[in-house]
């Protein structure tokens, strides 16, 4: 297909592709000490950076915490804990204000004790002990992790247990003695995407390489999965098939067999004690009933494999509502509905036959998130609130009540009194209507002087809703600034049709979109160009490059975080083969040509004058490829263009690999934008 492509120019800065090389890194260092030169010199960059520092490094920060058998446990990184421990508490404890916390792992000392430069990447138990863990630690904060198999009992890893090198792995506990693993078994046995397409029952004291296959998956696709539910009586194993980001095959494993469970492909679905749960992206019409896009939808799972078709509708999308996410706890399920980008709660408990619902009086001014302690065997969740200017709050709460108990709060880390937050809606190029926040003084005056920055993502139906940010208050509220979150079309505010309208061939809306809210801040004279500065990361780095190439005029600032900007390679680049649902394949000659038109690295011209760009990425980030920015950087210099342009060596597509990098990313970042907005 590709030699039907038009004719593209030779890439002379495709040699930086190449990660670890010596030429490159020696490139690398060249413009970490250009930007760190300047930056570091501006007059805000120290005291932000302390400041930061402190925020992060904060003994009042919220432990969040999940819970492994009795115990509930937590992993912190302070300054005396800059790799972090693992630790745990009793839920008695964690109620007061100081728990006895008990280290389990002192990650700086197993870094140093192996000279290894691990970053904690997370846990799985054994249900329901919690006695046995699978650890994953990281080289640098990538993507790729070592598996190692951890006894509580002992406090110490398992010498000839179940341990893993480095790859993307897939793995999950079925018993005591068995896994399921999906990990890098040799050539051939990753997906074009760089995750494992072969799924493995691995038996304790067995060779990796005599474990038995359970389920292989296509190179093409994205890549394979493999689970058990605990539940007593509903102890079901599921093989999934994850053919693209948004289309799946799942399937139930009874032995040596696999049935495939009868769900749309671009469905989500997954079994709730005796119900399957089914979460629609498109319409679905079965046994003559018609099930919109976004709804929810359950039934009794035996029947619905024995072949019948008859659902009840849990949730049901409008305009303005769409479901933020569902979490179960043993006798119920909590829907979190997404309402104009605010969320609400409502319960759900299946009895005589039906489904009760009801509406949980909980604060409806910002952001819900919910996180039950044992979906199992407790009816008992973490409810946690927040929004832009009210510091996050922690409570337990039960389903079946109202009532609830404060655990843990963040301290105000910055005076929120004399701000205020307002909504609006900028109308888009096509006339659909684009919510977004701002976060301002209340004073401000609607002058066009107000430095201004403006976030976005739109994509992989990710929604943004409004957060509690110390770092934000601190670096850039206080000195004047103005905060403007954008909801454009590509994320999920509104459903699966919000996120679909921007999709492939109509990517240009989600553009379109951010622009329009650039517009409108611009109209309102909440600021002006001279003041506007745009920022993203990750798909959002995609987002603010191309408003950078389209609409240079509207601004005076970009800080583009590990990005993609080359689309015509990015499907060869690391894991970006999974993204084609997204974007599209560039090697298709139809759809190169759409995504040609907004490739900000191929939209980027000698001839025009640009606001000054802040790139920063990883040397470790194996998800986005690091080449995406440096190539950028090398063109825009070789143009004559005033870029900057920070890598730091580790902490993977995060951009920082603990709490000091991440002080020093952010102080970076805003002393950038102070000094260009203000």
Known sequence: MSSSLPDIPEDPHQWLEDVGGERQLAWVRQQNDVALGE???????PALHERLKTIFNSHERIPFVRQHGQFLYNFWRDAQHVRGIWRRTTLDQYRLPEPDWETVLDLDKLAADENENWVWSGVSSLYPQGERFLLSLSRGGGDAVVVREWDMPSRSFVADGFNLPEAKTDIAWIDAGTLFVATDFGPGSMTTSGYARIVKEWRRGMPLSAARTVYEALPEDLGVGAW??????HEFQFVTRQIGFYSSELFLRDGDRLTKVGKPDDASAYTVRDKLIVELRSAWTVAGQEY?????????FRRF???ERRFDVLFMPTPETSLDGVAATRSALLLNVLDNVKNRLVELRHADGGWQRRDVDAPAFGTLDVAPLDAIASDDYFLTVTDFLTPTTMYLARAGSDERTPLKSLPGFFDA????????QAPSKDGTLVPYFVVQRKDSKPDGTNPAVLYGYGGFEVSLKPFYSGVTGEAWLQHGGVYVLANIRGGGEFGPRWHQAALKEHRQRAFDDFIAVAQDLIQRRITSPRHLGIMGGSNGGLLVGAALTQRPDLFNAVVCQVPLLDMRRYSRLLAGASWMGEYGDPDDPAQWQYISEYS???????????PRVLFTTSTRDDRVHPGHARKMVAKMREQGHDVLYWENTEGGHAGAANNDQQAKMWALTYAFLLEQLR
């Open 292 to 300: 919109p896009q976004g709804a929810l939808l359950a039934t009794d």
């Open 228 to 233: 058990r539910d605990f539940t007593p009586g």
């Open 305 to 307: 494999m024995a072949g």
């Open 39 to 45: 930056l570091e010199a501006r007059p805000h960059y």
């Open 417 to 424: 009194s004399p701000y205020e937050v307002r909504q609006f």
């Open 600 to 610: 900000p690295y191929h939209n980027v011209f000698p001839d025009k004058h640009y």
